[in-house]
Nanobody, 125 residues
Framework: QVQLVESGGGLVRAGDSLRLSCAVS????????MGWFRQAPGKERDIVSA????????YYADSVKGRFTISRDNAKNTVYLQMNSLKPEDTAVYYC??????????????????WGQGTQVTVSS
């Protein structure tokens, strides 16, 4: 059984940083591209960042480029999202997701098979 467990969310002020972690079990992490999505109230779930199985290919949404960094430690079965210079518009539930293949799939949530339960990130102004 594949499980993805996010942690690291919380309430911070604009300009602060947070690091989200996604602990993965039941899946050979080195064989799966991984992504981080977020969903704000009343909005769709959108991709934030993704990383290929090897870590060589990385994608960032335009809204987080230069502020967020995705990384993975396959030996620890963990994926990270370092979020710096947080803004109120970054407020959302953040989800970790695992794809079926090694390459980063198209950005739609339907292209990711495995999901965590989400962690809330709230940024106050």
């Amino acid at each position: 059984q594949v499980q993805l467990v996010e942690s690291g969310g919380g309430l911070v002020r604009a300009g602060d940083s947070l690091r989200l972690s996604c602990a993965v079990s039941g899946l050979t992490l080195s064989s799966a591209a991984m992504g981080w999505f977020r969903q704000a109230p009343g909005k769709e779930r959108d991709i934030v960042s993704a990383i290929s199985a090897s870590g060589v290919s990385i994608y960032y949404a335009d809204s987080v480029k230069g502020r967020f960094t995705i990384s993975r430690d396959n030996a620890k079965n963990t994926v990270y999202l370092q979020m710096n210079s947080l803004k109120p518009e970054d407020t959302a539930v953040y989800y970790c997701a695992g794809a079926m293949g090694r390459a980063i799939p198209r950005a739609a949530p339907a292209n990711y098979r495995y999901w965590g339960q989400g962690t809330q990130v709230t940024v106050s102004s």
